[in-house]
T-cell receptor
């Protein structure tokens, strides 16, 4: 299996622009998570899907962030409009059961 | 109550040493405790995990010790190698949710 696939790996954008991060979970996994990692706040869970349904989005920082999972093999995390404080590494993870497998991450820089 | 407290923040050991990383939690509903290893530029990778019904689990050179009454667990790396140099995160999750609450991470450096 190719593991969790994320794209793009790096994204540089200007403040105010829309950013879309993409994730393909491991085939057969029924849970998908979006995490954000920064030096200041560590690894934070943003949103959690189970069977394509958002279960817990309490970690989404504000309305500028939205996530979708239209099918079992694809999810997006969108930031609109982006701000410099959104600069971080965004990880997607998937699981079947308790073992979570992380993707390589997307490093987002908002200028 | 949702926090997982991890220490130390950083650790330097000589090759062959046994680094120990500690984590503590408050929420007694947590029932799964994994450790993740992260190399620079990579995503965290599951290393080893334990449930509270056992006090110790070993996988290769990695051992988790679990103290349910103290609500603490720790990672021991036996015969540490320079290739073990990475950031280690403990985590906890509550049954059925599979949501991880991560510790703040420990940056380990093993000197050759």
């Amino acid at each position: 299996d190719a593991g969790v696939i994320q794209s793009p790996r790096h994204e540089v954008t200007e403040m105010g622009q829309e950013v879309t991060l993409r994730c393909k979970p491991i085939s057969g996994h029924n849970s998908l998570f979006w995490y954000r990692q920064t030096m200041m706040r560590g690894l934070e869970l943003l949103i959690y899907f189970n069977n394509n349904v958002p279960i817990d989005d309490s970690g989404m920082p504000e309305d500028r962030f939205s996530a979708k999972m239209p099918n079992a093999s694809f999810s997006t995390l969108k930031i609109q409009p982006s701000e410099p404080r959104d600069s971080a590494v965004y990880f997607c993870a998937s699981s079947l059961g308790v073992k979570g497998f992380f993707g390589p991450g997307t490093r987002l820089t908002v200028l | 109550q949702q926090q997982v407290k991890q220490s130390p923040q950083s650790l330097i050991v000589q090759k062959g040493g046994i680094p120990i990383i500690n984590c503590a939690y408050e929420n007694t509903a947590f029932d799964y405790f994994p450790w993740y290893q992260q190399f620079p530029g990579k995503g965290p990778a599951l290393l080893i995990a334990i449930r509270p019904d056992v006090s110790e689990k070993k996988e290769g050179r990695f051992t988790i010790s679990f103290n349910k009454s103290a609500k603490q667990f720790s990672l021991h790396i036996m015969d540490s190698q320079p290739g073990d140099s990475a950031t280690y995160f403990c985590a906890a999750s509550r049954g059925g949710t599979y949501k991880y609450i991560f510790g703040t991470g420990t940056r380990l450096k093993v000197l050759a």
